[in-house]
Protein backbone atom coordinates (compact mmCIF):
# COMPACT_ATOMS: atom_id res chain seq x y z
CA UNK A 1 0.00 0.00 0.00
CA UNK A 2 1.14 3.20 -0.92
CA UNK A 3 1.90 6.00 2.00
CA UNK A 4 2.29 9.54 1.25
CA UNK A 5 3.52 12.00 3.50
CA UNK A 6 3.77 15.55 3.13
CA UNK A 7 5.62 18.16 5.01
CA UNK A 8 7.13 21.93 4.48
CA UNK A 9 3.92 24.02 4.50
CA UNK A 10 3.70 27.30 6.92
CA UNK A 11 2.67 30.97 6.46
CA UNK A 12 4.73 32.93 4.40
CA UNK A 13 4.55 36.50 3.25
CA UNK A 14 3.92 37.28 -0.66
CA UNK A 15 7.02 37.03 -2.65
CA UNK A 16 8.68 34.24 -0.22
CA UNK A 17 9.38 30.73 -0.95
CA UNK A 18 8.69 27.52 0.20
CA UNK A 19 9.84 23.63 -0.23
CA UNK A 20 7.21 20.88 0.10
CA UNK A 21 8.03 17.37 0.57
CA UNK A 22 6.38 14.12 0.13
CA UNK A 23 8.07 10.75 1.39
CA UNK A 24 6.69 7.94 -0.41
CA UNK A 25 6.59 4.29 0.81
CA UNK A 26 5.40 1.00 0.24
CA UNK A 27 6.06 0.31 -3.37
CA UNK A 28 8.89 0.74 -5.82
CA UNK A 29 7.83 3.48 -7.72
CA UNK A 30 9.47 3.15 -10.67
CA UNK A 31 6.13 2.87 -13.01
CA UNK A 32 4.19 5.96 -10.84
CA UNK A 33 3.25 9.43 -11.92
CA UNK A 34 3.67 11.23 -8.73
CA UNK A 35 1.67 14.68 -8.38
CA UNK A 36 1.00 17.76 -6.29
CA UNK A 37 -2.73 19.28 -6.05
CA UNK A 38 -3.98 21.89 -3.62
CA UNK A 39 -7.06 23.01 -2.51
CA UNK A 40 -8.02 26.52 -1.30
CA UNK A 41 -10.98 26.89 0.79
CA UNK A 42 -14.18 26.84 -0.69
CA UNK A 43 -12.81 25.34 -3.83
CA UNK A 44 -11.87 22.01 -5.56
CA UNK A 45 -8.76 20.53 -6.21
CA UNK A 46 -6.89 21.63 -8.56
CA UNK A 47 -3.57 20.16 -10.14
CA UNK A 48 -0.62 21.91 -9.90
CA UNK A 49 2.09 19.61 -11.27
CA UNK A 50 3.73 15.86 -12.09
CA UNK A 51 6.32 13.96 -11.92
CA UNK A 52 7.45 10.76 -14.12
CA UNK A 53 9.42 8.56 -11.24
CA UNK A 54 11.32 6.88 -13.48
CA UNK A 55 12.53 9.84 -15.59
CA UNK A 56 11.86 12.68 -14.31
CA UNK A 57 9.74 13.91 -16.43
CA UNK A 58 7.36 17.04 -15.66
CA UNK A 59 4.08 18.54 -16.09
CA UNK A 60 2.80 21.88 -14.94
CA UNK A 61 -0.07 23.77 -14.70
CA UNK A 62 -0.23 26.48 -17.17
CA UNK A 63 -0.64 29.02 -14.45
CA UNK A 64 2.04 28.25 -12.24
CA UNK A 65 4.93 27.65 -15.03
CA UNK A 66 7.78 29.03 -14.14
CA UNK A 67 7.15 29.66 -10.47
CA UNK A 68 7.01 25.93 -9.27
CA UNK A 69 8.99 23.33 -9.72
CA UNK A 70 8.52 19.50 -9.05
CA UNK A 71 11.61 17.11 -8.37
CA UNK A 72 12.39 13.54 -7.21
CA UNK A 73 15.01 12.29 -4.87
CA UNK A 74 15.19 8.64 -5.94
CA UNK A 75 17.96 7.82 -3.16
CA UNK A 76 15.12 9.24 -0.52
CA UNK A 77 11.79 8.21 -2.11
CA UNK A 78 10.84 11.89 -1.70
CA UNK A 79 9.35 14.18 -3.97
CA UNK A 80 9.32 17.90 -3.58
CA UNK A 81 7.49 21.26 -4.64
CA UNK A 82 9.55 24.38 -4.76
CA UNK A 83 7.16 26.93 -4.53
CA UNK A 84 8.87 30.74 -5.34
CA UNK A 85 7.31 34.12 -6.05
CA UNK A 86 4.06 33.20 -4.02
CA UNK A 87 1.47 35.20 -3.82
CA UNK A 88 -1.94 35.09 -1.64
CA UNK A 89 -4.10 33.06 -4.20
CA UNK A 90 -1.75 29.76 -3.64
CA UNK A 91 -3.29 29.59 0.12
CA UNK A 92 -4.13 26.20 0.14
CA UNK A 93 -3.90 23.10 1.25
CA UNK A 94 -1.56 21.29 -1.06
CA UNK A 95 -1.66 17.18 -1.17
CA UNK A 96 0.79 14.58 -2.39
CA UNK A 97 -0.74 11.78 -4.89
CA UNK A 98 0.40 8.86 -6.91
CA UNK A 99 -0.56 7.29 -9.87
CA UNK A 100 0.43 3.86 -11.51
CA UNK A 101 1.15 4.26 -15.28
CA UNK A 102 1.57 7.58 -16.66
CA UNK A 103 0.75 11.54 -16.15
CA UNK A 104 -2.61 12.78 -15.33
CA UNK A 105 -4.04 16.38 -14.16
CA UNK A 106 -7.18 14.98 -13.00
CA UNK A 107 -7.85 14.33 -9.34
CA UNK A 108 -9.82 11.07 -10.20
CA UNK A 109 -6.89 9.29 -11.67
CA UNK A 110 -4.94 9.14 -8.81
CA UNK A 111 -5.64 6.59 -6.26
CA UNK A 112 -3.28 7.08 -3.45
CA UNK A 113 -2.95 10.78 -0.89
CA UNK A 114 -1.08 12.54 1.42
CA UNK A 115 -3.01 14.02 4.37
CA UNK A 116 -1.61 17.74 3.06
CA UNK A 117 0.17 20.32 4.26
CA UNK A 118 -1.14 24.19 4.33
CA UNK A 119 0.10 26.94 3.22
CA UNK A 120 -0.63 30.18 4.02
CA UNK A 121 0.54 33.59 2.04
CA UNK A 122 -0.08 36.72 3.44
CA UNK A 123 -0.16 39.79 1.47
Known amino acids: QVQLVESGGGLVQAGGSLRLSCAAS????????MGWFRQAPGKEREFVAA????????YYADSLKGRFTISRDKSKNTVYLQMNSLKPEDTAVYYC????????????????WGQGTRVTVSS
Open 97 to 112: AARLYGFSNRVANFGS
Open 26 to 33: GRTFSSYA
Open 51 to 58: INWSDGST
